[in-house]
């Protein structure tokens, strides 16, 4: 039910957006996040955007500065704008639901999508 597009190869410093589309039901949940699993590392939250009103955003310390999520209402569309890519960013990129204001933590992700693949070299 959540379907992201938009990854790819890049260079160093390059960008690339992706993107995360679902149905009304899981857009609407609290906490719609990004996630990233990198080969032998454990997934990480990386960015979560909060729907209570305030909009409100959360970023891991690697990538302040360089990563922007946001959402389109109209497209039930969440986005994750990734700028400055190094190779340390190179991981399957998944999209996540939660009900729960921790969200970018795995335990607490309700619905997963099935990832996309983002290559910085």
């Known amino acids: 039910q959540l379907v992201e597009s938009g990854g790819g190869s890049v260079r160093t410093g390059g960008s690339l957006t992706l993107s995360c589309t679902d149905s009304?039901?899981?857009?609407?949940?609290?906490?719609l996040a990004w996630f990233r699993q990198a080969p032998g590392k454990e997934r990480e939250g990386v960015a979560a955007i909060y729907n209570d009103g305030g909009g409100s955003t959360y970023y891991i310390d690697s990538v302040k500065g360089r990563f922007t999520i946001s959402q389109d209402n109209a497209k039930n569309t969440v986005y994750l704008q990734m700028n400055s890519l190094k190779p340390e960013d190179t991981a399957m990129y998944y999209c996540?639901?939660?009900?729960?204001?921790?969200?970018?933590?795995?335990?607490?992700?309700?619905?997963w999508g099935q990832g996309t693949q983002v290559t910085v070299s």
């Open positions: 009304a039901d899981i857009y609407n949940s609290l906490c």
């Open positions: 996540a639901s939660s009900s729960q204001y921790l969200g970018y933590y795995s335990q607490y992700v309700d619905y």
